[in-house]
């Protein structure tokens, strides 16, 4: 995340203005006040939750020229120097950039010499857990034997990584992820200063895209402010990140955990319809079920109460593959339909739900009306498109889909009838079944449900000579298509 322009001006000066971190804050403080600061310090925790902040405020505490308690007044001229960082008495490196020995040594040439100015020499160290072990080995020996008037602030987000030769010479102090009510507040407070307004979902919605992190927050707002003129919406945050809202996942998971078929497609087709990036939306997804996987098992949430573990674990497993299946995808909403049809029918209930769900003539009646001729009229003006369509979904079925005769359509059915049961079988094979409607859908635009029937066991469509010249039509035209 590179827009940082929020982040560098709502960060805080003072140690009463750091949120969320009150144990740190009021250790600090009393050492300061107490002058009992310690030499080494070590920050541990996420990004962007304020460990360099905490840092820079202890530095000019120490500092200032005209200190209130513990904080800093920030305008006198240890201060200002500070804050503008023209100051050579603070000294902030990148481990990550500056990895080497050769660096660490340089560092401790400069801490050898009495500041130049402030009483306090204060050195942090970023991503400490990223230097070599030379640099490591060099930093420890200058631990062991600080000189007085250097303090180091050593940070990180990967304390495992850190040899504990060094955690056992500083000071530790964990940093907490920021709670998204604690972010909502200072997002709610940026919004406002910035003269725009905001929804109270949409700051939710920002808050726990932060994940915890104020830069990931306010980055995020900084993206979005500059696309917004006036109220900031779930709708706008939606559009301008390309992520999905928790409330959007958890409506997603609704369809899915109470059987909605149609709408729980008709929400992916949507995604994909909008343009939005269905890798990114699988993502998000997997989190979202990540996270209530943990909480379900370490019995932490009352969210969706009446699912079941295992139906959780079905739900992972269905979309963990169709992941897998995405890249590969002709057509990228297809493994997550396939994975919604999966998880959301019985075979039992297949038939009679796909066709409830799919738009069904509601007169109730089964005879063939007169929109379900057209509708077949459509199909089999598209059938050689069809099947190229299925011949791109998958190699194997166009082979038995080359033997389908449409007849009828009819409830929202239409019916294949085949000559063999090998290849009526082929066909009725769920997963089959939903390419074959896939394709259809694309090509004729209308939402159908496929239904293989044997030849010898149908007894005939309604009486409708039309078909009948159409459906010899077809069948010369479904024979041209080559494998
Ligand atoms: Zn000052």
């Not at 340089?106 to 030379?134: C, R, T």
């Not at 920002?206 to 993206?223: M, V």
């Amino acid at each position: 995340m590179s827009n940082l322009v929020l982040y560098r001006k709502y960060r805080p000066q003072r140690f009463e203005d750091v949120i969320n971190q009150e144990h740190v804050k009021t250790t600090l403080q009393n050492a300061i006040i107490n002058k009992r600061v310690g030499h080494a310090y070590l920050f541990t925790g996420p990004r962007g939750v304020g460990k360099t902040t905490m840092a820079r405020i202890l530095a000019r505490a120490l500092n200032c020229q005209n200190r209130t308690g513990a904080e800093p007044c920030n305008e006198c001229e240890m201060c200002k120097q500070l804050l503008i960082g023209s100051s050579l008495d603070i000294l902030e490196i990148d481990a990550a950039s500056n990895t080497g020995v050769d660096n660490i040594r340089e560092l401790i040439e400069h801490v050898q010499y009495a500041p130049s100015q402030a009483s306090f020499k204060v050195i942090v160290i970023d991503e400490v857990h990223m230097l070599s072990k030379g640099a490591f080995n060099a930093l420890l020996k200058t631990l062991e034997e600080p000189p007085a008037h250097v303090i180091f602030v050593l940070a990180t987000t990967e304390v495992h990584k850190v040899p504990a030769t060094i955690v056992s010479r500083t000071q530790r102090f964990d940093f907490k992820r920021v709670s998204v009510s604690d972010l909502s507040k200072l997002l709610e407070f940026v919004v406002s200063d910035n003269k725009l307004s905001i929804d109270q979902e949409a700051l939710v919605a920002i808050a726990e895209a932060a994940d915890g992190s104020f830069r990931d927050g306010l980055s995020l707002l900084d993206q979005i402010i500059s696309y917004s003129s006036g109220k900031i919406t779930l709708g706008l945050i939606e559009e301008v990140l390309g992520f999905t809202s928790k409330q959007a996942l958890m409506q997603f998971m609704d369809l899915i955990t109470s059987d909605k078929t149609a709408l729980a497609v008709g929400f992916v087709s949507q995604l994909n319809y909008r343009g939005r990036d269905l890798f990114q939306f699988h993502k998000d997804f997997m989190e979202f079920l990540r996270k209530l996987l943990l909480a379900k098992i370490s019995k932490e949430t009352d969210a969706y109460p009446g699912l079941p573990l295992n139906r959780l674990v079905a739900i992972i497993e269905a979309f963990q593959k169709a992941g897998s299946e995405l890249k590969w995808a002709n057509i990228p909403s297809l493994p997550l339909e396939l994975a919604v049809v999966e998880l959301t029918q019985t075979d039992a209930g297949l038939t009679r739900n796909v066709a409830e769900d799919f738009s069904p003539p509601k007169n109730g009646s089964l005879k063939t009306s007169a929109t379900d001729n057209e509708t077949l009229q459509k199909v089999l003006d598209h059938w050689p498109q069809i099947l190229e369509k299925v011949k791109d979904y998958n190699h194997s079925l166009i082979s038995s889909m080359k033997l389908a005769e449409p007849v009828e359509v009819r409830a929202g059915e239409l019916i294949l009838l085949f000559p063999y049961k090998f290849h009526k079988d082929a066909i009725e094979a769920r997963k089959n079944r939903i390419i074959i409607d896939q394709a259809i859908e694309e090509a004729v635009g209308v939402k159908i449900m496929a239904k293989p029937i044997l030849k010898n066991e149908w007894k005939g469509a309604e009486p409708n000579a039309e078909n009948q010249t159409l459906n010899s039509a077809i069948k010369i035209l479904g024979g041209d298509i080559q494998n």
